[in-house]
């Protein structure tokens, strides 16, 4: 339904251990964090670990194994959460296609809800060394 805006645009940034993109819920009302069942992220094709990524609403990152336990703390229909990925090192300047899974429970529907995205995005190199 919304899934072409889950990847927010010229929001991939570098951090000192990996990567962080902007994203937003594939669904058209807010959900609780425990019920993401995943968020499944690749780089130019290639998976990420689920151990690897952090997700923060704007209340502190959680990793996808946390979220599971968390009840008081939603994810609002068009709001933007930072979804981090821990690599070795920053992330070069370049040209990536990023890729986003999301894996949904819907209390009404008998079947997980999938959001899916993929985006070329462009990391500006760092001029401030």
């Known amino acids: 339904m919304f899934d ?6 010229d929001s991939l940034r570098s951090t000192a251990d ?7 819920l594939g669904y058209y009302r807010g959900l609780g964090l425990s019920m993401i069942d995943d968020l499944a992220i690749s780089v130019d094709g290639e998976p990420v670990p689920r151990d690897d990524v952090r997700f923060d609403e704007g209340k502190g990152p959680l990793s996808l194994a946390e979220m599971e336990h968390v009840f008081d703390r939603r994810w609002p229909f068009g709001a933007k959460a930072t979804i981090s990925v821990k690599r070795e090192g ?8 990023l890729g986003l899974k999301e894996v949904l429970r819907i209390s009404y529907l008998p ?3 999938l959001a899916e995205d993929s985006k070329s995005l462009t990391l500006a190199p760092d001029l401030s060394t």
């Open 90 to 97: 920053p992330m070069p300047a370049g040209t990536y296609h």
């Open 4 to 9: 072409k805006y889950i990847i927010v645009e």
């Open 111 to 113: 079947f997980p809800l």
């Open 18 to 24: 990996g990567f962080a993109f902007d994203a937003k």
